[in-house]
């Protein structure tokens, strides 16, 4: 194991006596019942929180302190959403990742540590806890699993969600917090629901825990060697058959088969991921159990990702007058080395590049649109092979095409508000952020017809839609917004209406509530 930072040895020596010392408060408060007026109104204000349905979200990575990609930004938002709602306390497990800021770590607290067994392994594990916008965090902090650069994508994987599945039940006791709901994230998280059911749910504390699996993206789905079933994953024998699949190890599989209901994150994805076409493999075990599925469009933070505060624009603007959004695409033009033309569409992509979002139609009818009157924009990392071949292009296309291979948060926003089209054209898509996004700053998408894209974008209303994955028939819609862009009164009221549909998580997380309290009933 890689040595402590100082601040965790220190506190190690403390953390048994933080553990008792929580234990003791919780005893005395217990006992002490003299009834004076004070005491009954603390009192009453405690049966109000034991009251709240407890709610825990276990995922991998979330906004403000982690990010890859969509996954964090809902865990961020939607825990915010529904922690204002006074009948929920909410709170979300994470790995204490080396990329998290240290600005941010210096303001977490340290709670304690405990030592998690998983088979054969023996491991630290110290537990730190922060407070923001009403969720409380906790991070699982154990320096040979996460210090390391980025999150995932090691040999170890496997090994190291383990851990920190375990880690997530066996810190309820120190944090004093059996949730009602565990609400899991993924494939990282699946291993929390499949001990919840295998090992933890015949103790007391822990049997009315009951177990919700959000499946984000379902080509990730943790597949492992059957060999690792009990050295690496701690599963006894009776219960191979709830993760095996296709003679492997399926995390999200054993996820479906152990928990109470699964989610994905729109009705469309929901309804696709049934066929063999959007389920990696996995329509057999979602038709089987269809019954505890169901699909939850995303919604986005609509105050972080608003045209009038965001201060990383050239220029704020309403949707009630555009203007000022001129400014933002001569900034941006400027900005990435384009001719500043305010009357040539700029078209845009935020994406990682690969080729489920679609790139392999781009790839195919990129040049011909470039002989067009329009600006191509495209941000994003992913296959060296797409790297390679956009910027080649921004190579022979100089005054047309702008190629930034980079996850860059502040350059995202000047596309996002400078660009006048957002192109979307996944192949499969089970909800997608980016196109809700684009539309907050009046930038009109352009989306193919599958999952959250679907469900989030309705032609000519807010948006445009092509139906089959076909590079000519985005093409010609691309070529259709073009021309429709020349009318401007007409593009403005489209743009209105794009940016004052309401993507705020309202309504969805108020489905998520519904649903937590359909599982506890
Ligand atoms: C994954 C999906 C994306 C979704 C996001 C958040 O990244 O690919 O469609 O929006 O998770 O749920």
């Not at 009403?134 to 699982?140: A, E, H, L, N």
């Not at 499946?215 to 009776?238: K, P, V």
């Not at 292009?393 to 948060?409: E, M």
């Not at 807010?462 to 009318?487: C, E, P, S, W």
Request: charged residues 25%; contains cysteine.
């Amino acid at each position: 194991m890689a040595t402590k930072t100082s601040s965790e040895t220190t506190k190690n020596k403390t953390a048994a006596k933080t553990t008792v010392k929580t234990a003791t408060t919780k005893t005395a408060t217990a006992k002490a019942a003299p009834k004076t007026a004070a005491t009954r109104t603390v009192k009453k204000t405690v049966v109000k929180s034991v009251e709240k349905k407890k709610i825990l979200f276990v995922a991998s990575e979330a906004t403000p302190f982690i990010q890859t990609g969509g996954l964090a930004e809902v865990i961020g938002s939607l825990s915010k959403a529904l922690a204002a709602n006074d009948n929920l306390d909410v709170r979300v497990v994470l790995p204490l990742y080396s990329d998290i800021k240290k600005s941010d770590r210096d303001k977490f607290s340290y709670i304690g540590n405990i030592y998690v067994h998983l088979a054969w392994r023996n491991q630290y594990c110290g537990i730190f806890e922060y407070v923001k916008d009403g969720v409380t965090f906790y991070f699982i902090d154990n320096e040979f699993y996460f210090k390391r650069p980025g999150c995932y994508g090691y040999f170890d994987d496997g090994e190291r969600f383990a851990f920190f599945s375990r880690s997530v039940l066996e810190i309820m006791p120190v944090i004093n917090f059996y949730p009602d709901i565990m609400h899991c994230h993924d494939w990282q998280a699946a291993l929390a629901a499949i001990y919840l059911k295998t090992n933890y749910c015949f103790r007391p504390e822990y049997q009315f825990i009951r177990a919700l699996f959000t499946i984000h993206n379902i080509e990730y789905q943790g597949w492992y060697s059957l060999d690792l079933l009990s050295d690496l994953f701690d599963i006894y024998g009776s219960y191979q058959y709830l993760v095996e699949y296709k003679n492997c190890i399926n995390l999200m599989k054993g996820a479906i088969e152990c928990c109470e209901r699964f989610s994905t994150v729109s009705p469309r994805y929901a309804g696709e991921i049934k066929e063999e076409y959007f389920a990696h493999g996995l329509d057999p075990i979602v038709r089987k159990n269809h019954f505890k599925l169901s699909g939850i469009l995303n919604g986005i933070d609509d105050e972080g990702y608003n045209c009038e505060k965001d201060t990383h624009l050239f220029a704020n603007y309403t949707p009630d007058d555009f203007s000022n959004k001129a400014l933002c695409k001569k900034g941006l033009q400027k900005l990435l080395g384009l001719p500043q033309k305010a009357d040539t569409p700029i078209i845009s992509m935020v994406s990682r590049l690969v080729s489920h979002k679609g790139l392999d139609l781009v790839t195919t009818v990129i040049e011909e649109l470039l002989q067009d009157d329009v600006q191509v924009v495209i941000l994003g990392t992913g296959d060296a092979h797409f790297e390679g071949f956009f910027s080649d292009l921004a190579r022979r296309y100089p005054d047309k095409f702008s190629a930034n291979i980079a996850f860059n948060g502040d350059l995202s926003r000047k596309i996002y508000s400078g660009s006048d089209i957002f192109l979307m054209p996944s192949k499969s898509e089970p909800c997608g952020l980016s196109q809700m996004i684009a539309c907050r700053y009046g930038t009109v998408p352009i989306v193919r017809e599958t999952g959250g894209l679907y469900d989030s974008i309705k032609p000519l209303e807010n948006g445009y839609t092509f139906a089959n994955y076909n590079a000519h028939d985005m093409l010609y819609v691309i070529r259709q917004a073009v021309n429709d862009y020349k009318n401007k009164e007409e593009w403005k009221e489209l743009m209105y209406r794009a940016a004052t549909t309401d993507f705020s998580w309202n309504r969805s997380a108020k489905l998520y509530e519904a649903l937590y309290f359909d599982m506890l009933k």
